[in-house]
């Protein structure tokens, strides 16, 4: 089974879903689910960079390339929001309970993963890659991806200070405040009912399927999962499209082998740290709207 980039929105909003318990959980992380997702997500970053890298193409070879390019960018701006928040929920568990094994390896993603979305901008901005309709449609597509990490960074923050993990940290805590207003009103389950089913509506569609690189998503999303404690499997009904337990049950335990995977060069240096945010929350608002996602 492979993975679409728009499978892993869906298991971003689980982990944050249950980041909270994640978060303050005191069972160690597994060290080869850790593993597993650090060089798959090293894998395809290398395939990534490699595609994006400005170079002149045969002519035969230039319509492949373009033909492919849309489904790569826009598998880089979608996975971008599991990276945020995966990162963020280990950092928080690295600050309250020492443990920075994880949160070294998911800040390394990160920092990779901002490299590639870097170069998959300046393709967008070059305006040669893509027709007008794909360049807008990507667009659309990066602006959802980061709306979506914000509201999702933002259900963390009710737990850990984690906004400079955002897209936008003022935005994030605009979220955290309308979903904290929005579980004043209904339960805590119904919030995050309809916001799955808003997710789902907002990815429903897609520019490539599969994606470019669905072998790999299906090994970090193994890797997020291998992390995770056996007693939120039990609580996860609403995620069943995530199809999580088939994913624990049919990926090989096999650990990746990093050898044949990686090529002998090396990758493209990591894009420097997402600048610190003033992370003080206002002292004082009116009442926020219903959240709009």
Request: glycine share 6%; aromatic share 8%.
């Amino acid at each position: 089974m492979s993975l679409h980039a728009r499978d892993l929105v869906e298991l971003a909003a689980l982990v944050a879903h249950h980041g909270p318990v994640i978060i303050g959980g005191r069972y160690e992380l597994a060290g080869d689910a850790l593993e597993q997702y650090w060089v798959a997500s090293k894998c395809r970053l290398d395939r990534w960079l490699r595609a994006l890298q400005p170079r002149v193409v045969e002519p035969e070879r230039a319509a492949d390339r373009a033909a492919k390019l849309p489904g790569l960018v826009e598998e880089i701006f979608t996975s971008e929001t599991l990276t945020r928040v995966w990162t963020a929920i280990l950092a928080a568990r690295a600050a309250l309970h020492g443990q920075s094994d994880g949160e070294m390896i998911a800040r390394s993603v990160m920092l990779s993963h901002m490299e590639a979305r870097n170069r998959a901008l300046k393709f967008l901005l070059h305006g040669t890659h893509f027709s007008p309709e794909t360049a807008v449609e990507l667009n659309r597509l990066r602006r959802r991806s980061e709306r979506w990490s914000d509201v999702l960074v933002g259900r963390l923050l009710q737990t850990a200070e984690v906004a400079n993990f955002a897209v936008d940290s003022a935005r994030a805590r605009e979220f955290a405040l309308d979903l904290h207003y929005q579980a004043g009103l209904v339960s805590d389950s119904q919030v995050w009912g309809l916001l799955m089913a808003s997710l789902r509506a907002a990815f429903r569609h897609s520019l490539t399927d599969p994606s470019p690189n669905a072998d790999l998503n299906e090994r970090i999303a193994a890797g997020v999962l291998g992390c995770l404690g056996r007693e939120l499997y039990d609580d996860a009904g609403q995620f069943h499209s995530l199809r999580m337990f088939r994913w624990l049950n049919n990926i090989g335990d096999a650990p990746v082998d990093a050898a044949n995977l990686f090529p002998a060069d090396r990758l493209a240096p990591a894009a420097k740290p997402h600048p610190e945010a003033d992370f003080n929350l206002p002292a004082s608002r009116g009442t926020p709207s219903p959240p709009r996602f």
